[in-house]
Nanobody, 124 residues
Framework: QLQLVESGGGRVQPGGSLRLSCAAS????????VGWFRQAPGKEREGVSC????????NYADSVKGRFTISRDSAKNTVYLQMNSLKPEDTAVYYC?????????????????WGQGTQVTVSS
């Protein structure tokens, strides 16, 4: 079965940390860009971060720069999103997706496999 499964979400206080995982089964993440997206209630989905197929290039939304770090473990066929200094505005459902290509592209239409999402809630 071809699927991406996100995990690691939860509820955390402002200033706290979470690490999200995106594990693939049935296909490889190697050599493909993997992106993290999020969608808050009543808002459009937005790109959060992406890592290139080689792992040599990463990008981040301005709102998370300096707080989030994306990485990949080829042996585990998994991509991670380390989220530190979390803020209430980071509350959203977080999705990972595998791109068609090795390079990170902005458009969500360039990603063909999507996970089901994991909820992140930042609240005191």
């Amino acid at each position: 079965q071809l699927q991406l499964v996100e995990s690691g979400g939860g509820r955390v206080q402002p200033g706290g940390s979470l690490r999200l995982s995106c594990a693939a089964s049935g296909f490889t993440l190697d050599s493909y860009a993997v992106g993290w997206f999020r969608q808050a209630p009543g808002k459009e989905r937005e790109g959060v971060s992406c890592i290139s197929g080689s792992g040599g290039s990463t990008n981040y939304a301005d709102s998370v720069k300096g707080r989030f770090t994306i990485s990949r473990d080829s042996a585990k066929n998994t991509v991670y999103l380390q989220m530190n200094s979390l803020k209430p505005e980071d509350t959203a459902v977080y999705y990972c997706a595998r791109g068609f290509y090795s390079l990170c592209l902005d458009s969500a239409g360039t990603y063909n496999y999507w996970g089901q999402g994991t909820q992140v809630t930042v609240s005191s």
